[in-house]
């Protein structure tokens, strides 16, 4: 299984940005994603995530980002509204069978990150 990440890039403070995460098969019923980032110096931070009927996300973007996906393009999107310098980070996607956990270990397909930087 292969994911591939795009979507980052250069943003103000307060604007948006969408980013999208393409898998190489189809997104089963259940087939977790989830979205990850990782700034300078951190660890792995868990964003949001879906799966069946669930979705999570971390307390720190819950009202700004939206998690989404199309079945029909095996695609899943990450919707990032109000960006703020402190969500500066490279993006990855990630998917796993189960439920759409919190914890980055539990995941086992990875796609290849994508920069996003939110200047102030």
Known sequence: VQLQAYG???VQAGGSL???CVLSRRIYSNTAMGWFRQAPGQG???VAAMGG???????SVKGRFAISKD???N?????MYS???EDTAIYFCAAREGSPVTASSAYEFWG???????SS
């Open 83 to 85: 960006l703020k310098p």
């Open 18 to 20: 969408r980013l999208s």
């Open 75 to 79: 695609t899943v999107y990450l919707q």
């Open 8 to 10: 980052g890039g250069l």
């Open 112 to 118: 290849q990150g994508t920069q996003v930087t939110v």
């Open 44 to 46: 792995r931070e868990f």
């Open 53 to 59: 009927n669930r979705i999570n996300y971390a307390d």
């Open 71 to 73: 079945s029909a393009k």
